[in-house]
């Protein structure tokens, strides 16, 4: 017979750290809303839950960092905001914030999940954030409750 390792969507006892990004609030506060809510609605406590906010979407990733290897928390979940200008600086925090989030799972082994929206317009943000195309804080953090379960399985 072929063994197969799926996640539950079951919080269980695990604890979730959220790092979010206040550059852009009023988009990345939807994605916290809607990240705390898919976490209750599995079963976390408000004791299974930490957020911790950074100035923007760069900050992000050394707070992440500590908090995967500090062994207090089971997953982090990375929200924020990035809208394309002007000028090159999307690029650079885009590419920084994945490598730096992906060096993270590489390096410690907790789950640590991009949950920051890249996008072109405020019109796509926005969308992502809860109307048309769902909620990407709440998507983040039922993958977040599933790498748990997988991890924990293996």
């Known amino acids: 017979m ?9 919080v269980g006892k695990a604890k979730f750290a959220i790092v979010i ?9 939807k994605l916290l809303s809607g990240a705390i809510d898919a976490l209750q609605r599995h079963g976390a406590e408000e004791g299974q839950i930490t ?5 923007g979407s ?8 500590k908090l995967a290897a500090g062994g207090k928390c089971d997953a ?7 809208i394309r200008g002007h000028t090159n600086h999307y690029e650079y925090v885009c590419q920084q914030v994945s490598r730096g989030i992906s060096q993270i ?3 410690t082994g907790v789950p640590t999940i991009f949950g920051i929206l890249t996008c072109d317009t405020i019109e796509q943000a926005i969308e992502r954030a809860g109307t048309k195309s769902g ?20």
């Open 2 to 10: 072929i063994k197969q390792i799926q996640g539950k969507l079951t």
């Open 21 to 29: 990004s206040r550059f852009n609030e009023f988009i990345s506060s």
């Open 51 to 55: 957020v911790v906010w950074v100035p």
């Open 58 to 65: 760069i900050e992000i990733t050394p707070v992440a960092k």
């Open 76 to 82: 982090v979940i990375c929200l924020g905001v990035v």
């Open 105 to 107: 799972n590489y390096d």
């Open 135 to 154: 909620n990407a804080g709440a998507t983040a953090a039922a993958s977040a409750i599933e790498m748990v379960n997988v991890l924990s399985q293996i």
